[in-house]
């Protein structure tokens, strides 16, 4: 048995820390899986029954970071609150070091203080509150740089605490003893690096805070669907109705809802009637009609009925839970590319660290006086500028909103993986009932001179029938309110129809044999129109009463609303459509007909559907699988990606990556269309991470000095690595801007 764990991880700052805490999980007997996301600072592990929550922060804490776990959407909201609260500590650090570096700059632009010769003592006094300042305003950084030294590691919080130690050492070092830098270039290098040390972690705290608060922003989603919950249920007990929380409620309550509430949570109408707005689960602006027996679901909204209805789902069994817990784990999950990078930047901070050094020996054997203060400059510049933060999040952030906007449009995606494929499909394979047609029989044609005389008098022998095809005769007279005759000797013919006497005439309705076997003349016309119908893969049956043909009635399973629209998208995207059933080839290529597919699989056994995709993967194809059956789960498991229906089975949903709320077909458009501004997304942050870091640190080192005389300050270059967190981040979020073009 599978285990499904949530830590919250605590330290986190850098992709490097991801692969650290990856690695530690990962390391644990029994754990089959892990993905760290930076974004949100939690992991995800799934592992065997043996393996302990305890045994997993252990793991953590054995790198450096701490850990706690996460269950339910209570810790959603808490970790909320905990990252606001985070987000205001680092401006009020940022407003610390930026106070106390406040008198150094405007000394460096307008040089009122005495030199360090001229007044030691008072540079002495600096450098004690330089080092309080750091203290209160950096602290994090320098914990985080011990805590990942006494484990052998390093991190971008390394790079930080190295860079700016190096600063305040060096500036002490020249108060205490001014000789380090000779008398004859004492006007250009006898100076206190104070200021930089603080202003790099004031940047580097605004930095971070203005990137929590973007990051906030990715999660909208989330926060929204927590937001659709109702805060309190009125359930009867003893007699008599009471205002409840919703933890309160309990599987098998009697729970009244009033017009325009929300439904607390899941269950079965009881008494009653209404009308209930499902947009916020399936994405479809009309309210459905519910009747005794029918399941009403959590945080949608009753319209203007009330009813009674008994709690089925609560709490974190509710579908609304499900719903989250499945968007935060293909959020947290990690697609290919995402595990590229991490591995990448697991070696970047020790290879970062090398560099500064090679950088300093570099300067301090090759370069000007005072070449202390040059390798000094450089160094700290490179170990500023290089953190791998951007690079970090550019994978993850923008992973977490494109799921999340999936979402917006009733599409859960389960991994991200499946987010990245989905953009590289080739093909589409669909089912067709159920998936391309509605899978329920519906009167489709009535044709005679008093259609609802036809209609009434099918009905009102079809009444006493269980074959499917009656069913949708009779809800079809039911739909447009005609009044239904009872029926007597109601009797079945097999293979051809059925008979009865309504009002004393006798009722006939079924094939030309049934009419033939009565003598009943079936005209040319009535012919060419029955053959026209079978050929739309419709099934025509004749209406006669007392021996003269009134007419006839056409049945089919209805092309669902949207799917040729949807379908021609599909093939306007460069994909090949595949229809795929177990119907004959007369029906299947009717049906494709209609709906524009020229690629037809028929006749097609269940056990063989998967067998079908695997056949046209070996052909080089990357595929899709769009079903909603039992029948269905092996080809969903087999595809490339596979979606599943929201309507269909459970089976069909648990073997898919992806699941279509809606049930209908636009739902993959929609879904390939974000898949591929998410994946452009991922790839802008990228290379913008990478284009910053290779340009970035040849600058800090000094490249540009023998050329044009210019070396980086060690404040721009912490401007610039706090910038680019930002950058990235605010990238990512317009994807929440983004709107897929559907045609209804």
Known sequence: ??????????????????????????????????????????ASVEAGASVSADELIAAVQSVGFDANTLQGMDNIAEQQATEAAHMKSLFGRCIVAGVAAAPLFADMLFHFLPTITANPALWLVIGIITLAAMIQAGRHFYIA?????????????????????????YSMALILWPQIVPDVVASMGRHAYFDAALIIIALINLGQALEVRARGKTSEAIRRMIGLQASSARVLRDGEERDLPLAEVMPGDVIRVRPGEKIPVDGDLLEGDSTVDESML????????????????????????????????????????????????????????????????????????????????????????????????????????????????????????????????GILIRKGEALERASKLTTIVLDKTGTVTAGKPAVTDIIGDDMNLILSMAAAVETGSEHPLAAAIVAEAQRLELSVPACEGFQAVVGQGVSGRVDGQAILMGNAALMAASHITIDADHHAQMETLAAAAKTPMLVARDGVLLGLIAVADPIKAGSKEAITQMQAMGLKVVMLTGDNHHTAEAVASQVGITHVFAGVLPEDKDSKVAELQANGEIVAMVGDGINDAPALSRADVGFAIGAGTDVAIESADITLMRSSLDGVVIAIAISKATLRNIKQNLFGAFIYNSLGIPV?????????????????????????????????????????????
């Open 1 to 42: 048995m599978t285990h499904r764990y949530k830590l919250a991880i605590d330290g986190m700052r850098c992709a490097g820390c991801v692969s650290k805490v990856e690695a530690a999980l990962a390391a644990v007997a029994g754990v089959q899986q892990a993905a760290v996301n930076l974004v949100d600072r939690t």
């Open 145 to 169: 740089a011990w805590r990942a030294l006494r484990h052998h590691s390093a991190s971008m919080d390394t790079l930080i605490a190295t860079g700016t130690g190096a600063a305040w050492f």
């Open 282 to 409: 399936t994405g479809e602006p009309m309210p459905l009609r519910k009747q005794a027996g029918d399941r009403v679901v959590g945080s949608t909204i009753n319209g203007s009925g009330t009813f009674l209805y008994t709690a089925s789902h609560v709490g974190a069994d509710t579908v609304l839970a499900h719903i989250i817990e499945m968007v935060k784990n293909a959020q947290a999950s990690k697609p290919r590319i995402g595990r590229i990078v991490d591995k990448v930047a697991g070696v970047f901070v020790p290879t970062v660290l090398i560099i500064a050094v090679i950088t300093a020996l570099i300067w301090l054997n090759f370069g000007p006086e005072p070449r202390i203060s040059f390798a000094l400059v450089a160094a700290m510049s490179v170990l500023i500028i290089a953190c791998p933060c951007a690079l970090g999040l550019a994978t993850p952030i923008s992973l977490i909103v494109g799921v999340g906007k999936a979402a917006e449009f």
């Open 700 to 744: 800090a080192a000094g490249l540009l000095y023998p050329i044009m005389g210019l070396m980086l300050n060690p404040m721009l270059a912490g401007l610039a690595m706090a910038m680019s967190s930002v950058t990235v981040v605010t990238n990512a979020n317009r994807l929440r801007l983004f709107r897929p073009e559907v045609k209804e």
